[in-house]
């Protein structure tokens, strides 16, 4: 006598569509939620470059200088580390003006946080620094919000929202053209 055949058992074509419409529902869910992640960072820094840009608007004429370039900054914000040399540029030479900007905002009560004038600087939603510094980014230079470490999705949403979308053109600069994408942009630069 014959065994009984035993009916092979395995998935069905309509069982395997359910499970792969499943998977694509997963991963556009995730998709989606690194999109909204990433776009809050993005408005998150444009916030932060918005405030600072107010912060030393505010500065100035409070005090008839730049945040880290005053020359009677330990007249106008007591306990500075330092003052700068007037020049009109948040400059790096000696002193190091850059380093002493956030301490005089955040001494003259224009944002909030500790800074010590030399090694502590502010960071982006990004992660990376964030300094007021007289630099020469994407072929123009001046007095400017810069932010270093972005990634180039990152600089190219903020040229566009707050200029032309064009990394060498407008008063949203990088160091480098859009179009390497995923590429990190060492420096987007935001110029007032």
């Given at each position: 006598?014959?065994?009984?055949?035993?009916?092979?058992?395995?998935?069905?074509?309509?069982?395997?569509?359910?499970?792969?419409?499943?998977?694509?529902?997963?991963?556009?869910?995730?998709?989606?939620?690194?999109?909204?992640?990433?776009?809050?960072?993005?408005?998150?820094?444009?916030?932060?470059?918005?405030?600072?840009?107010?912060?030393?608007?505010?500065?100035?004429d409070k005090f008839r200088a730049l945040p880290g370039d005053d020359i009677q900054a330990s007249t106008h914000v007591p306990t500075t580390a330092g003052n700068g040399n007037g020049d009109g540029q948040i400059g790096d030479g000696q002193p190091r003006e850059f380093a002493l900007a956030p301490q005089h905002l955040a001494l003259g009560g224009f944002i909030t946080g500790s800074?010590?004038?030399?090694?502590?600087?502010?960071?982006?939603?990004?992660?990376?620094?964030?300094?007021?510094?007289?630099?020469?980014?994407?072929?123009?230079?001046?007095?400017?919000?810069?932010?270093?470490?972005?990634?180039?999705?990152?600089?190219?949403?903020?040229?566009?929202?707050?200029?032309?979308?064009?990394?060498?053109?407008?008063?949203?600069?990088?160091?480098?053209?859009?179009?390497?994408?995923?590429?990190?942009?060492?420096?987007?630069?935001?110029?007032?």
């Amino acid at each position: 006598m014959r065994a009984p055949r035993r009916q092979q058992q395995g998935f069905t074509l309509v069982e395997i569509a359910i499970v792969l419409v499943i998977i694509g529902l997963l991963l556009g869910g995730v998709l989606k939620g690194q999109g909204l992640i990433d776009s809050a960072k993005v408005k998150n820094i444009i916030q932060q470059s918005n405030a600072l840009s107010a912060a030393v608007n505010a500065y100035q004429d409070k005090f008839r200088a730049l945040p880290g370039d005053d020359i009677q900054a330990s007249t106008h914000v007591p306990t500075t580390a330092g003052n700068g040399n007037g020049d009109g540029q948040i400059g790096d030479g000696q002193p190091r003006e850059f380093a002493l900007a956030p301490q005089h905002l955040a001494l003259g009560g224009f944002i909030t946080g500790s800074y010590n004038g030399s090694t502590q600087f502010m960071t982006s939603a990004q992660g990376g620094a964030v300094y007021l510094y007289n630099d020469e980014v994407g072929g123009r230079s001046g007095n400017g919000i810069r932010f270093d470490n972005l990634p180039e999705g990152f600089a190219e949403q903020i040229d566009s929202k707050l200029d032309d979308g064009v990394a060498t053109t407008g008063s949203v600069r990088a160091k480098a053209p859009y179009g390497n994408t995923g590429a990190i942009i060492t420096r987007t630069a935001v110029f007032f």
